[in-house]
C-alpha cells in the first residue's frame, strides 16, 4: 500500500545546475575596518590644530566616523585644542546634528578650557548659558568652576560657588578636597578645618589627594611632626601616600631644614621603591650637606641619582667606574640578570669595586625575580673584594634558598653574613636550625650553630638537640644537652618537651621518664615567680607543643 502511494507524490523540481566561471574565482571583499572613536578624536584634534578654521570647518563636518555626540564631542575637547578654535568647534557640534544637545559633560570640558586660559567672565557665561538651557551643573562643573575662581583670586566667589553647589547637588570628595585647599592656600585654616570635618561626617573618604592638602598646609605651617602623624593614619587607613606626596614633602623639609622627618620619609620611600624628581633630590641634598648629616639613606633611595653632587674623588670620579656603574643600573631597571652576572664576574677578576647600595639593589631585585643565582654571584663578589651588603639582601638570599632546599648554598649565605659583621639574632639562627633539622641535614644545623658567637642561648641551642634528635642522633643531641647545662644556660619547658619526646621516639623510656621528672620539679619551682627570660619564653613558644 505504501509503494502504491508513492506514484501519487508530485515530482521533485530538477536541481538547477550553476555554471562555473572560467578562471579564478572572484573572492569576496575583506570587511571594513573597524572605527575606534579614539582615531577620530586624533584626527579631529589634529585638523583642529593644524588648520585654520575657515579649512578646519568643513573637514570637520565631512570627517568619517566622527559621531555628534556628547562622548566625542568632550573627548576632543579634553585634548586641549587651541581655545578659539576649541570654542568654535563647541558652537559648531550643536548645529552639526539636529539631534545633539549638549549636556553637562560638554559644558564642563568647555568651561574648564575657559578657567584654564584666565578667561573667567566667559566661564561664567557659558556657566549662566548652561543654566538657561536647562542642563543641571553636576558636583564636577562646580569644582571646575570654584577651582578657577580661586585661581583667578577671587575666593569669595568661588565659596558662593561652593554654597550654591552644595544647594544644589551632594558634593563629592574632590570637591571637598578642592574647597580645602581653596581655603587653606587663603590662610583661612579654621574654615577650612571645619570643610574637612563636615566631609567626614558626610561619611565621604579622604583620598590621598585630601591628605596631601592636609599635609601640605602643616608643612607651609612648620609643624612636621604632625605630618608624620597625618601620614601614619593614612596607612591605618589603608592608604598609602604615593609618589607625589612624598616629593612635596620631602621639598619642604629640605627648605625648612627638617631632617629628621626627612629620614622618615625617605625610608618609607625605600620600602616602596618611590623615588624623587631630580630639582628635588639635588634641594635634598644640599639641606642634607648644610646639616652635616649623611646622605646615604636619600642616595640608596635614588640609585638612578646618586652620583649627582659627588665631588671628585679619585675612584669614584674614574670614567671606567661611571660607565660600571651606569651599565649596571641600566640593566637593573631592564631586568637582564644574564648581562650582569657576566659584568659582575668580569668585575671580580679584575678586582674592581661597586657602591654596596647598587649591589644590595641587584640582590634583592634579583631574588624577588627569582634569579637567585646572579644574586648568590653578587655575594661572592662582594665578599671578594670587601663590600659591605645590606641585611636585607642577605635575607632575600636565605629566604629564597630555604625554600629551594639548597641548603650547602645556606650555610654559605649565614657564613657571607656573619663575616660582613652582622648578627643573626635569636630568632632567625633558631628558626634556621629548625628548619634544617627537619629537613635531616643536623651537620649544616650544627656548622651554623657553631658559627653563632653572641646569640648561643637556650633557643638555638633546643634547636639543635631537636635538629640532632630528627636525625637519629641520640647520645649527640644528650651531649649538647649536657654542653649547655655546662655553659650556664638553664633549660626550660620547650627544651625537657624536645628531649622528652625525642627519647620516647628512640625508645629510651627510662631516661625520659627522669627528665620528664625534672621538668616537673622545675615548673613547681617556677610556680611562684614572676619572672621569664625572653629566651626562655620564644624556646617555649617555639617547642612547647611541637609534637603534640
Known sequence: MLRRSRRFLPARPPRRRHSRPHGKAVLPPPPAAPTYTRDVVRR????????????????????????????????VLKTHPPLQKAFLFFRLAAAASPAFR?????????IHLLGEAGRVPAMLRLLAEMLRAGVAPDAATFTTVMHW?????????????????????????????????????????????????????????????????????????????????????????CIEPDKALCNILVQKCSRAGETSVMTHILQYMKEHFIVLRRPIFLEALEALKASGDSDELLREVNPHLSYEGIEYDPILSDQGYITDRSTIIYLLSAKNWSAIEEMINEMASNNV???????????????????????????????????????????????????????????????????????????????????????????????????????????PY???????????????????????????????????????????????????????????????RLQYLDQCSSEDSLCNYLFCGLHG
Open 102 to 110: 549638549h549636556d553637562r559633560f560638554t559644558y564642563t570640558s568647555m
Open 462 to 524: 633546643t634547636a639543635l638537640i631537636n635538629a640532632y634528635f630528627q636525625a637519629g642522633k641520640v647520645d649527640g643531641a644528650l651531649d649538647l644537652f649536657t654542653e649547655m647545662r655546662t655553659a650556664g644556660i638553664s633549660a626550660c619547658s620547650g627544651t625537657y618537651e624536645v628531649l622528652i619526646h625525642g627519647l620516647q621516639k628512640a625508645g629510651r623510656k627510662p631516661e625520659s621518664e627522669h627528665y620528664r621528672r625534672e621538668r616537673m620539679n622545675m615548673q613547681w
Open 149 to 237: 575662581l580661586a585661581r583667578a583670586g577671587d575666593v569669595d566667589s568661588a565659596m558662593r560657588v561652593w554654597a550654591e553647589m552644595k544647594s544644589r547637588s551632594r558634593p563629592t570628595v574632590v570637591s571637598y578636597t578642592a574647597c580645602v585647599k581653596i581655603l587653606f592656600d587663603a590662610r583661612r585654616a579654621e574654615e577650612a578645618r571645619r570643610v574637612f570635618g563636615e566631609m567626614v561626617a558626610q561619611g565621604l573618604r579622604p583620598t590621598c589627594k585630601t591628605y596631601t592638602v592636609l599635609i601640605e598646609h602643616l608643612a607651609d605651617a612648620g609643624k612636621f611632626e604632625a605630618t608624620l602623624e597625618i601620614m601614619d593614619k593614612m596607612k591605618e587607613a
Open 44 to 75: 579631529a584634534t589634529a585638523i583642529l590644530r593644524d588648520h585654520p578654521w575657515s579649512a578646519a570647518r568643513p573637514l570637520l563636518l565631512s570627517l568619517p566616523g566622527l559621531a555628534w555626540d556628547s562622548h566625542t564631542v568632550a573627548r
Open 353 to 459: 669595586q661597586m657602591e654596596s647600595h647598587i649591589l644590595s639593589h641587584v640582590i634583592e631585585a634579583s631574588c624577588a625575580d627569582c634569579r637567585l643565582s646572579c644574586g648568590l654571584t653578587v655575594m661572592r663578589y662582594s665578599l671578594r673584594v670587601g663590600c659591605e651588603l645590606g641585611r636585607s639582601a642577605y635575607c632575600s638570599l636565605l629566604g629564597k634558598y630555604i625554600r629551594n632546599g639548597s641548603f650547602d648554598l645556606v650555610t654559605e649565605i649565614v657564613e657571607g653574613l656573619i663575616i660582613s659583621g652582622y648578627n643573626l639574632g635569636t630568632y632567625l639562627s633558631s628558626i634556621l636550625i629548625l628548619r634544617l633539622g627537619y629537613a635531616g641535614q643536623s651537620s649544616y644545623a650544627a656548622h651554623i650553630f657553631r658559627l653563632l658567637t653572641a646569640d648561643k642561648n637556650v633557643v
